[in-house]
């Protein structure tokens, strides 16, 4: 196929080319960047799970880490196999695991109480920049344990590094300016001296306990920046559009916003329902580590093998009605969190500031409405709304 999956029109609605590609089988070569693209649930389930056949460590994005020297150094995380993966991996999965988190909770509850307040009188809001942009922000640099000063610079930073998983388009050229600066700031916070180890809520700052973890000797000092820095990466631009998501998705089938007003049990399931129907991250790429025979192609070693996840979690193969945000369906097993070693490590705080936020909107709320022309921000890797006007009629 030689459409650009990262060209404005296929960013602005994926669908009709995720369908397209679904329907020519489980791989395709991709043309115009020398790639091939996965987009039927069943291929990027299994491929995701074989970490093996379809690394990591070549990078995630376009660019191929054997050939081509990374712009930053590599996340030791996302961009490793085993066995330089498992330790970071460890770290963080025990820092973040449901267990861990429980401390945070109840104040997570009271700061999501005390936002919906805040939109109270208000009446029409912008769920984007009063509500998604403004809860992770409020809680997550906090529970990281970086300062006050720059937080403005995590989106940006964000939005860039996503852009720059995709080939360099205008999109990664409108960042570049900035990069060096934002880089810099993101560096400086990942610095022991520079994040805060009070003990709140009776465990110390996620930052804090990474380098604990250091110290234990559970990972070296000179990985323990690196591993901090993967939480200011793919910790805030994510969260920020899986509660947007969520958000869009109510006001595109206010029905659903009852159930939840009825049974708060349920915005566990709407979020993760709402990431299947979305798909903040839509895509990642693999690295063949050796000729792979798939449909009608042998996919050579060393070519990148683009996972379209938002494809996936709309696979009609997989999916009764996959369009539908439904909160009847059972959206686990969905891939947009990924699959395998990979998997997001840190799904638990996102499903905790989604389920915080969204009780307590529906319990505020009788009902969510799209009042203006939602618009789309457009990024290489993720799916994002710039603006989503919605009235929300108090109770
Ligand atoms: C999942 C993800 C996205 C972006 C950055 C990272 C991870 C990281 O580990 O740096």
Request: net charge negative; charged share 25%.
């Amino acid at each position: 196929m030689s459409d650009d999956p990262f060209g404005p029109t296929i960013l602005e609605d994926p669908s009709d080319f995720h369908r397209n590609m679904r329907e020519r089988g489980p791989i395709v070569y991709l043309s115009r960047y020398d790639v091939y693209g996965m987009g039927r649930y069943n291929d990027v389930h299994a491929a995701l799970i074989d970490w093996q056949s379809f690394e990591s460590a070549a990078g995630v994005g376009l660019s191929n880490f054997r050939y081509e020297k990374p712009w930053r150094p590599p996340s030791l995380l996302l961009e490793s196999n085993p066995p330089r993966h498992d330790a970071p991996r460890g770290v963080l999965s025990a820092i973040l695991n449901v267990r861990a988190l429980k401390g945070l909770r109840d104040n997570w509850i009271a700061d999501a109480a005390a936002l919906v307040d805040e939109l109270c009188d208000r009446r029409e809001v912008d769920a984007v920049a009063d509500i998604a942009r403004v809860f992770p922000l409020r809680v997550f640099p906090d529970a990281v344990g970086i300062g006050r000063t720059g937080r403005d610079n995590l989106l940006p930073y964000g939005d860039h590094l996503f852009n720059a998983f995709g080939p360099s388009n205008e999109l990664v050229a409108k960042g570049a300016h900035r990069i060096g600066e934002l880089s810099a700031w993101v560096m400086a916070q990942c610095e022991r001296a520079a994040l805060r180890d009070e003990v709140i809520d009776g465990q110390p700052t996620f930052g804090a306990q990474i380098w604990a973890a250091a110290d234990r000797g559970d990972i070296t000092y000179e990985q323990a920046p690196l591993v901090v820095r993967s939480l200011l990466s793919a910790g805030v631009d994510t969260t920020v559009l899986g509660i947007s998501a969520v958000l869009a998705a109510f006001a595109h089938h206010p029905d659903q916003w009852r159930a939840v007003r009825d049974n708060p049990a349920l915005a566990r399931v709407a979020f993760d329902e709402a990431v299947r129907w979305e798909s903040p991250v839509q895509t990642f790429f693999r690295t063949a580590t050796k000729d792979i025979a798939i449909g009608d192609h042998v996919v050579p070693d060393g070519k990148k093998i683009l996972m379209f996840l938002g494809s996936a979690n709309r696979d009609p193969r997989r999916w009764a009605d996959p369009d539908q945000f439904d909160l009847r369906r059972n959206p686990s097993g969905h891939v947009g969190f990924g699959m395998g070693i990979h998997q997001c490590v840190g799904q638990h705080v996102a499903r905790l500031e989604a389920e915080a936020l969204l009780v307590a909107l529906t319990q505020r709320f009788e009902s969510i409405a799209m009042t203006g022309t939602p618009r789309r921000h457009h990024n290489n890797t993720l799916r994002a709304w710039e603006t989503l006007p919605i009235t929300l009629t108090p109770a």
